[in-house]
């Protein structure tokens, strides 16, 4: 069985200040996929990253940062100077790996204010 | 880059008729479509797995004879929700996993149908 924790359901914060969202999985796959999703208030689900099991080097994209501590089972994802436009629910999730079952984590409402 | 199409992105019905919702990828074949239900303020939730020429998968709790779904093609897959009621109202969202491979691929989603039943 798959499990995806994201402990924060809503997270507040002034313009500029650095976020971090969390994220631990549980899952007896030993090969699997890790994504962070941005659902804006429009509703459609922003690909943010994928991250295979395999790969636990972090990554960096402008203001994005993501750290996949393997011995954890944790996948933690940094807005750095966050911004009112990523203001939004963001969702962690866990896939096997066939890619037949994607597993959410509850979300993370993330208020970005001026 | 992949792309799935959903239409409609939002419909209001009325209590007891049926309301069908279209995933189609337009650019990829799909061997498998998935499709979510998220109320508000909620996660997304699976309902069912298509597989293109067999019967759908639905998870414990989704009612078949309700929500049915029809994968005919490679590029299309079909929710019908029938005799629809309040309760039923809420955000569904599908989702493609390329016949090309998911490894390289991933999913793709659609941008969502809000149904409204009054």
């Known amino acids: 069985a798959q499990k995806v924790t994201q402990a924060q359901t809503e997270i507040s914060v002034v313009e500029k200040e650095d976020v971090t969202l969390d994220c631990v999985y549980e899952?007896?796959?030993?090969?699997?996929?890790l994504f962070w999703y941005k659902q804006p208030p429009s509703g459609e689900l922003v690909f943010l990253i994928r991250?295979?099991?395999?790969?636990?080097q972090n990554e960096i994209s402008g203001r994005y940062s993501w750290n996949f501590q393997k011995s954890t089972s944790s996948f933690n994802f940094t807005i750095t100077a966050s911004q009112v436009v990523d203001s939004a629910v963001y969702f962690c999730?866990?896939?096997?790996?066939?890619?037949?079952?994607?597993?959410f984590g509850g979300g993370t409402r993330l208020m970005v204010k001026p | 880059g992949a792309v799935v199409s959903q239409h409609p992105s939002r419909v209001i019905c009325k209590s007891g008729t049926s309301v069908k919702i279209e995933c189609r990828s337009l650019?990829?074949?799909?061997?498998?479509m998935f499709w979510y239900r998220q109320f508000p303020k909620q996660s997304l939730m699976l309902m069912a797995t298509?597989?293109?020429?067999?019967?759908?998968?639905?998870e414990q709790g989704v009612e078949k004879d309700k929500f049915l779904i029809n994968h005919a093609s490679l590029t299309l897959s079909t929710l019908t929700v029938t005799s629809a009621h309040p309760e039923d109202s809420s955000f569904y969202i599908c989702s493609a996993r390329p016949l090309a491979g998911f490894v390289n691929y991933g999913y793709t989603f659609g941008s969502g149908t809000r149904l409204t039943v009054v």
């Open positions: 999730a866990l896939s096997n790996n066939a890619g037949n079952m994607l597993t």
């Open positions: 650019d990829f074949q799909a061997t498998t």
């Open positions: 899952t007896r796959d030993t090969t699997y996929y």
């Open positions: 298509s597989n293109e020429g067999s019967k759908a998968t639905y």
């Open positions: 991250r295979n099991s395999f790969d636990e």
